[in-house]
């Protein structure tokens, strides 16, 4: 699986957009972006995945870059509910390697 | 809806004992992961099983086993259990391979 980097932590204010970066330079064709977060302790929670065009859901939206060396996970109004580590993971098959994700901290 | 299940949420064993956890995946799906995730650290990947044989395998000890059943729950057994054992462990499951996985709440075992 391709190595990804994402920020060791970043803040936002409540109510605000939350942009997520994550970079995936060695990635290959067929493998997946996912994006998983974990709200301390709880199990990991999956939040979106994509593998070349851009994904929207009801939790976020996932914006791939042409050359899918990167993404960015976007959180449109972030709640302090979602206070988490988030992880990138770039996987082509089920197996999930989570590696040092973004601590996100949404500030009142 | 079902999530994943797994049991027990807490489990105290000492040194050397064996201990099982349960998991019992989402209704129709035919996946199970196992995560270990120590104190501070990230969740790793043990093992996996797909329609009931193991799909694959990652940093899981030779002193852990595990299987998955004919209803597709799933059984984690660790045998002569060590301080460092100590984590929470995590199932999760999917509905085949390369879809998104639903992950449990977790089982804290604690060996003293």
């Known amino acids: 699986d391709a190595k990804t980097t994402q920020p060791p932590s970043m803040d936002c204010a409540e109510g605000r957009a939350a942009n997520l970066p994550c970079n995936h330079s060695?990635?290959?064709?067929?493998?997946?972006v996912y994006w998983y977060r974990q709200i301390h302790s709880q199990g990991p929670q999956y939040i979106i995945h994509g593998l070349k065009n851009n994904e929207t859901n009801e939790m976020a939206s996932l914006i791939i870059t042409e050359d899918r060396k990167s993404s960015t996970l976007i959180l449109p109004h972030a709640t302090l509910r979602d206070t988490a580590v988030y992880y990138c993971i770039v996987t082509k098959d089920y197996k999930l390697s989570f590696g040092a994700g973004t601590t996100v901290t949404v500030r009142a | 809806a079902a999530g994943v299940i797994q049991s027990p949420r807490h489990l105290i064993k000492e040194k050397r004992e064996t201990a099982t956890l349960k998991c019992y995946p989402i209704p129709r799906h035919d996946t199970v992961y196992w995560y270990q995730q120590g104190p501070g650290q990230d969740p790793q990947f043990l093992i996996s099983?797909?329609?009931?044989?193991?799909?694959d395998k990652g940093s899981i000890p030779d002193r852990f086993s595990a299987q998955q059943f004919s209803d597709y729950h799933s059984e984690l057994n660790m045998s002569s259990l060590e301080l460092g054992d100590s984590a929470l462990y995590f199932c999760a499951s999917s509905f085949s391979r390369n879809t998104e996985a639903f992950f449990g709440q977790g089982t804290r075992l604690t060996v003293v």
């Open positions: 060695t990635i290959s064709g067929n493998e997946y």
């Open positions: 099983f797909y329609e009931k044989m193991q799909s």
